[in-house]
């Protein structure tokens, strides 16, 4: 993941076939998951907000960034 990504706060926004869907103000959505071993093992709270590398190190798998609907980084855990 590009370093200047990692630390972009965001909040959890919806689930959907083993994946998780995360957004914030600033036009960024975070995709993460995969599998169910994968996304079973993610333990976010829904008000709480979580940079995107704790996404990523918490719920594994695959990941997607995209900023104003443009993918800019993915990387698969």
């Known amino acids: 993941m590009k370093r200047e990504l990692a630390n972009i706060k965001v909040k959890f926004k919806s689930?959907?076939?083993?994946s998780f869907c995360f957004t914030n103000d600033e036009e960024y959505e975070v995709f993460v998951g995969g599998t169910g071993d994968e996304i079973y093992r993610c333990s976010i709270e829904a008000d709480k907000e979580y940079s995107i590398?704790?996404?990523?190190?918490e719920c594994g798998g695959s990941l997607y960034i995209y900023h104003?609907?443009?993918?800019v980084d993915s990387e698969v855990w």
Do not use: I
């Open 15 to 18: 689930y959907y076939k083993y």
């Open 53 to 57: 590398q704790e996404v990523f190190d």
């Open 68 to 71: 104003n609907g443009e993918l």
